[in-house]
């Protein structure tokens, strides 16, 4: 179980349901580990400094998180968390391991401009 | 009333224990004050899996917990936070500090640095590009990716060494690239690595290129010695050198470092600028412990405290 205050997609309806419905979605796969918790902590953070941008978490370990995994943006990645953004229902960017505030901040204004 | 607004008795950079401790007795003394940190609460202690050591917890407690009480103490003496906020302009000298952030301008009269420590980087090419896809920094998320595989470990102090014991329980054969003829890690957990029959060790090599080869990882290692660079393949390379101390945001300051980076201060935590204080893991001293950080960020914020 992910403890943060940011809203778990509990499968992959979910997230289909989500992007299908928002233009702007942000996605963090991870566990309760050391660089997975910066990024739920970031998130949470950005949650109110982006309010058009939905983000979410997902446990790693949960069967549905092949949606995330099993993507081919995210093929090579080991290292956790996988954090995925999605515009228009597509993937438009993915990273593997810890990212920084500062590198989240650039990627939101890269692909959510 | 612009400045009113956005001056504080006291700002606080870095949001770790150090910080938190100063922030919590400052704030029940009914100083304004404001913690601003470049990404959440916690520092070191988010992301430590279990503390153990920490008194008043009889059994350990999730470092995120811990983190997340610190902060919302914090919070309820009337903190004010500034979380994965970038810092873009730090004026430290002067009776009047300014520190930007996000192009907001904040002004006090009190600072205390506490802006902790990270795990050192390389910086050999490889190390960025590769991360999160070959190169690792953490044992505990990422080891079982590499279950029945072979790994390199890079460093030979206690880090390194903790992790290399929770690999070994995962991958086929684990190479320790040390840069030293012997660990520096406590003997005992150095020497369960060294007794592992799927551990090897290149003494006295560094590495100085990774590249990524289809799904395997080459090292480029440099014997220390004999200068020959030695190639090894594995699957996965996990770094653990060591820390630095986060001082790149005072590099351009009057505020005095050691050869090694981190702050000077003397016991009431100032440091050589009036109004400025450091707490922490970024100071100078010998022990590096959460309880270490707390005592710290209390002398500094009572010093603050008594002269307001």
């Known amino acids: ?113 | 009333m612009e400045n009113n607004i956005h001056s504080h008795d006291l700002i606080i950079i870095g949001a770790g224990p150090a910080g938190l401790a100063a922030a919590i007795y400052t704030s029940r003394a009914s100083l304004s004050t404001l913690v601003i940190d470049e990404s959440m609460a916690g520092g070191q202690i988010k992301t430590t899996h279990q503390v153990a050591n920490y008194p008043g917890f009889v059994d350990p407690i999730a470092g995120h917990e811990l983190a997340r009480n610190m902060r919302d103490q914090a919070a309820r003496f009337g903190t004010q936070f500034e979380l994965a906020a970038e810092i873009t302009h730090l004026q430290l000298d002067g009776s009047e500090k300014i520190v930007t952030v996000d192009d907001t301008p904040y002004t006090t009269r009190n600072i205390i640095i506490a802006t902790g420590s990270s795990p050192r980087l390389l910086n050999v090419p490889g190390e960025i590009e590769y991360k999160g896809s070959g190169v690792s920094y953490c044992a505990t998320c990422d080891g079982e990716f590499f279950k029945d595989k072979d790994v390199t470990v890079i460093g030979g102090g206690n880090s390194a060494m903790e992790e290399s014991l929770l690999l070994l329980q995962m991958v086929k054969s684990l190479t320790v690239i040390h840069q030293f003829d012997e660990l520096q890690a406590e003997k005992i957990t150095a020497n369960k690595v060294l007794n592992n029959p799927k551990t090897k060790i290149l003494w006295s090599h560094e590495p100085r290129e990774f590249i990524k080869n289809n799904e395997k990882m080459l090292t480029l290692a440099e014997n220390l010695k004999t200068k020959e660079i030695v190639k090894l393949e594995s699957d996965g390379i996990f770094i653990f050198a060591g820390m630095v101390p986060n001082t790149g945001l005072v590099k351009n300051t009057p505020l005095q470092l050691s050869e090694y980076g981190y702050v000077v201060t003397n016991e009431n935590m100032e440091t050589n600028l009036n109004g400025v204080y450091a707490a922490g893991d970024v100071r100078v001293k010998k022990y590096r412990q959460i309880t270490t950080a707390i005592n710290d960020g209390t002398i500094a914020a009572l010093n603050i405290i008594q002269k307001h």
Request: hydrophobic share 35%; glycine share 6%; aromatic share 10%.
């Open chain 1, 1 to 113: 179980m992910l403890q943060t205050k940011l809203t778990t997609l509990q499968n992959k309806e979910e997230l289909n349901n989500l992007i299908a419905q928002e233009e702007k979605v942000a996605v963090c796969c991870g566990r309760m580990g050391p660089m997975c918790i910066p990024v739920y902590g970031i998130f949470e953070v950005y949650e109110e400094k982006y309010p058009d941008i939905k983000f979410r978490n997902m446990d790693f370990d949960t069967p549905d998180a092949d949606v995330i995994k099993l993507l081919p943006e995210c093929r090579g990645f080991n290292g956790l968390p996988f954090t995925v953004y999605y515009r228009n229902g597509k993937v438009v960017k993915a990273t593997t391991s810890i990212q920084s505030a500062k590198q989240i901040k650039d990627i939101i204004e890269e692909v959510f401009a």
